[in-house]
């Protein structure tokens, strides 16, 4: 966290101290409405993505809660990540259900077991879950758990980074300004493009937009988070004939990306013929030269698909 803080806060302002170009007063002026719009627009969108979206997930949990269908799933693996302060464990559980399709799916979830002591969330349990009727997230949550909380770290972020916007603006005019006003600004100072760089990376990492950032979306077959759901509650399985598997030079987090050319027979007896890249961890790149793979596919949209 630190270390990110300091790539997007404090690094920006080691360019201040490379010079000072003094631009044009359009071209100062046009700088200061951008800089001004940029630090709004990145605040607006912390509010939008981690305050106000945060909200409508907690209702929806509430309202998945009372009237989601209420399903057995069963723990097929467990991993433990951390202990908190609070005696309460972090675990990664990898679960199995019977879908609307009558087809039995697996999926990973975050959760996090306020009573260790009584084991249970160890693998081969049986859990409750509340499935989804609509293709809202989440698809599913665990029968009696807790209600998202709200945090108050986004509601810190907003003023901090209002502060440091006000405060790195003031303190570079008063140092930089020289009788010129604002004309030290330009596209260049960092002012002005840092809450630009900001919304770039955490969108491209997922934390501001609905369906997930671009490295997200690359790892998963760049489905949305509305496909994946559907494809959890409603995809049907089936086995594919794997024609290649190439990889396509990209890396994602060092996993290879994989080009596959497969085909396979939908609930219609029809014939599919798909193309789909995966980000394929290297524990399982023996995988791509199987010559067969069971997949999840929408019954409704086979363009929508997993590989399994």
Request: aromatic share 14%; net charge positive; charged share 20%.
């Amino acid at each position: 966290m630190l270390l990110v803080i300091f790539f997007l806060y404090v690094f920006p302002l080691a360019f201040t101290y490379t010079g000072i170009w003094y631009s044009s007063p359009i071209v100062s002026t046009l700088s200061l409405v951008a800089g001004i719009l940029g630090w709004t627009l990145f605040n607006f969108l912390i509010f939008k993505n981690l305050i106000y979206r945060l909200s409508k997930v907690k209702s929806r949990y509430s309202h998945l809660s009372d009237y989601g269908k209420p399903v057995k799933g069963r723990i097929v693996k467990n991993n433990f990540i951390k202990e908190n302060k609070d005696g309460s464990q972090s675990l990664e559980i990898d679960i199995e259900f019977e879908n609307y399709s009558n087809t039995i799916v697996r999926t990973t979830m975050l959760i996090v077991d306020t009573r260790p002591n009584e084991s249970r969330f160890e693998e081969g349990k049986e859990i409750n879950l509340k499935l989804n009727t609509g293709n809202e997230s989440p698809a599913f949550i665990l029968e009696g758990a807790n209600t998202v909380k709200l945090k108050k770290i986004p509601i810190i972020w907003m003023v901090v980074n209002i502060i440091y916007a006000v405060v790195v603006f003031v303190v570079s005019y008063k140092f930089h300004s020289n009788g010129y006003g604002w004309r030290f600004l330009s596209p260049g100072y960092p002012w002005v493009w840092t809450p630009f760089m900001n919304i770039f990376i955490y969108t491209a990492l997922g934390v501001f937009g609905e369906n997930g950032g671009f490295l997200r979306r690359k790892m998963y077959g760049n489905r949305t988070v509305e496909e994946e759901n559907m494809l959890l509650l409603y995809g049907r399985k089936a086995t594919a004939k794997i024609n290649s598997a190439n990889l396509t030079g990209t890396y994602i987090n060092e996993r290879p990306e994989v080009l596959f050319s497969l085909n396979f027979k939908d609930q219609e007896g029809n014939l599919q013929h798909r193309n789909a890249k995966r980000v394929v961890p290297l524990t399982e790149i023996h995988k791509t030269q199987e010559e067969s793979r069971e997949i999840l596919y929408l019954p409704n949209n086979e363009k929508v698909f997993d590989l399994l």
